[in-house]
């Protein structure tokens, strides 16, 4: 702070630039969020894999994903009733590993899938601007 001035003024008026810029701040969020909403849907989102569009400057690219928990988190129910594809299919953490899930046998599925939960992921949204060509090449 300037010795010169009025500390009280100064910091009253640092403290209202502070509060109008975190309110511009979340208003351009907000405008951000809804760009990335019509975004989504032009391109389109699949529900596991990468969709992309492309634009003469832009390649737009969306994720779609989804969560497999497990609604019984107990490690000893799960190595009883999986026996020894449990370290094939699920993390410690009780996670899904996809790819084992996927390998699993029909029964080792079956027995995962009565008590997974499945919610898909927030969409991600990458937007790259590509290089400019010049002209005449």
């Known amino acids: 702070m300037n010795s010169r001035t009025n500390p009280a003024a100064e910091l009253e008026e640092l403290a209202s630039r502070w509060q109008e810029t975190k309110e511009r701040l979340a208003k351009l969020r907000a405008y951000q969020l809804d760009l990335e909403e019509r975004m989504t849907a032009l391109v389109g ?4 894999g990468t969709t992309s569009a492309k634009t003469r400057n832009f390649r737009v690219t969306t994720t779609g994903g989804l969560n497999r928990v497990l609604e019984y988190q107990e490690a000893d129910y799960w190595r009883r009733e999986l026996g020894e594809a449990f370290d094939e299919v699920l993390t410690s953490k009780l996670s ?5 899930f996927r390998n699993a046998d029909q029964a080792v599925q079956d027995k995962l899938m009565e008590h997974m939960v499945i919610k898909p992921k927030k969409v991600a949204l990458k937007v790259e601007q590509l290089e400019e060509v010049p002209h005449g090449l």
Do not use: D, Q, T
Request: aromatic share 0%; glycine share 12%.
């Open 96 to 100: 899904i590993k996809l790819s084992g």
């Open 45 to 48: 989102v699949k529900e596991e």
